[in-house]
């Protein structure tokens, strides 16, 4: 069993830049792929990145391309979202979620059965 433990969120301008963590305990997290996903209030938990156990595959929700990079340092059991071009709309409740069966072509479904565990979350806000 792993478990996971989010940080780095806050309060950032529009334009900012912020980097999340996803520190994992218990079972080594590099047995893991990693995904991200956001929530706001009312509406359904999405998709943001999913990384490989390896690093090497990563995936990207459309809106957040260019603009937010994956990574992962499975010495120190840790991955990452860093986030820059911050938008008023990438504002919610981040979550990263450890999948037994690697990112897929389902990785943005949360609800899929191969997510282990999730974090609690960490909050970012966007605004100005």
């Known amino acids: 069993q792993v478990q996971l433990v989010e940080s780095g969120g806050g309060l950032v301008q529009p334009g900012g830049s912020l980097r999340l963590s996803c520190k994992g305990r218990g079972r080594n997290l590099g047995a893991f792929a990693v995904s991200w996903f956001r929530q706001v209030p009312g509406k359904e938990r999405e998709g943001v990145s999913c990384?490989?156990?390896?690093?090497?595959?990563?995936f990207y929700e459309d809106s957040v391309k260019g603009r937010f990079t994956t990574s992962r340092d499975n010495e120190i059991r840790v991955a990452y979202l860093q986030m820059s071009g911050l938008k008023p709309e990438d504002t919610g409740t981040y979550y990263c979620?450890?999948?037994?069966?690697?990112?897929?072509?389902?990785?943005?479904?949360?609800?899929?059965?191969?997510?282990?565990?999730w974090g609690e979350g960490t909050q970012v806000t966007v605004s100005a």
């Open positions: 990384i490989s156990t390896s690093g090497a595959i990563t």
């Open positions: 979620a450890a999948d037994s069966g690697g990112c897929g072509s389902t990785w943005s479904d949360a609800t899929r059965s191969s997510y282990r565990a």
